[in-house]
C-alpha cells in the first residue's frame, strides 16, 4: 500500500528541547516536502527535497532544518522549539507535479 | 511572490451544487490541483489541471484558465460527507515547489 508515515501522531515538549519528527515514504517518490498548518493560514511550506542530498526552503524555514540522506526519509528537525513552533505539521511525498501524497500529521505542542 | 487565493468559507444544502474559486499570482505555476481534507485529518488529492479546460471526476470537476491565472472546483449533488476544507494548489514547471491556499471551509447542511 502506497503511504506516507509521520511519527509520532502527537507530542508534547518543552521550549528548547531538541525533537525530530520522522517521515517516510514508500512509493519511490523524487520529491518531499513538510508543511505546517495553522488556524486561517492553510498549508504552509517549510522545506522541501528535490532528491537525495537536494533540500530548499519554503516559505517559512525559519527554526526547522531536514536532511535527506536516503530517497525514502525526510525528517524534519527542530533544535530548539519554541512555542510559536505549536502546530500540526504534515509531511507530503509526490512525483512531479501532480498528486501529493500526505502522512497522517503530528500534533506538535511546545510549552 | 506565489499566492493562491480563495473564499475562505461557503455553505450549501446537500443535493446542491457548489463553485470554489481560486486565482494565483504568480507567472511560475504550472497546473493547479485541488486537494480535501476533513477536520484535523491529512489532505487528500482531489484534482490535477495542466492544461486549460474542465477535468471531470465523479460528482467533481476542476476547471482552469491559465490566461486568467484562474480555476474552480465543483462539487455535485452536494453530500453531508463533503463538508471540509479544499485547497487549492499550484506547482512550478520543475515541480519543485507546491504552493497551497489558505482553504475554503464547506459547510453542507440538510
Known amino acids: 500500500e502506497a503511504q506516507v508515515t509521520q511519527n509520532p501522531r502527537y507530542l508534547i515538549t518543552v521550549t528548547g528541547k531538541k525533537l525530530t519528527v520522522t517521515c517516510s515514504q514508500n512509493?519511490?517518490?523524487?520529491?518531499m516536502s513538510w508543511y505546517r498548518q495553522d488556524p486561517g493560514l492553510g498549508l504552509r511550506q517549510i522545506y522541501y527535497?528535490?532528491?537525495?542530498?537536494?533540500?530548499d526552503k519554503g516559505d517559512v524555514p525559519e527554526g526547522y532544518k531536514v536532511s535527506r540522506k536516503e530517497k525514502r526519509n525526510f525528517p524534519l528537525i527542530l533544535e530548539s522549539p519554541s512555542p510559536n513552533q505549536t502546530s500540526l505539521y504534515f509531511c507530503?511525498?509526490?512525483?512531479?507535479?501532480?498528486?501529493?501524497?500526505f502522512g497522517q500529521g503530528t500534533r506538535l505542542t511546545v510549552v | 511572490g506565489q499566492s493562491l487565493e480563495q473564499p475562505s468559507e461557503v455553505t450549501a444544502v446537500e443535493g446542491a451544487i457548489v463553485q470554489i474559486n481560486c486565482t494565483y499570482q504568480t507567472s511560475g505555476f504550472y497546473g493547479l490541483s485541488w486537494y480535501q481534507q476533513h477536520d484535523g485529518g491529512a489532505p487528500t488529492f482531489l484534482s490535477y489541471n495542466a492544461l486549460d479546460g474542465l477535468e471531470e471526476t465523479g460528482r467533481f470537476s476542476s476547471f482552469l484558465s491559465r490566461s486568467d491565472s484562474y480555476g474552480y472546483l465543483l462539487l455535485q449533488e452536494l453530500q453531508m460527507k463533503d463538508s471540509a476544507s479544499y485547497f487549492c494548489?499550484?506547482?512550478?514547471?520543475?515541480?519543485?515547489?507546491?504552493?497551497f491556499g489558505k482553504g475554503t471551509t464547506l459547510s453542507v447542511s440538510s
Open positions: 512509493m519511490n517518490h523524487e520529491y
Open positions: 494548489a499550484g506547482a512550478n514547471q520543475a515541480g519543485t515547489a507546491l504552493i
Open positions: 507530503a511525498s509526490r512525483q512531479g507535479s501532480t498528486e501529493a501524497f
Open positions: 527535497s528535490m532528491n537525495v542530498e537536494v533540500t
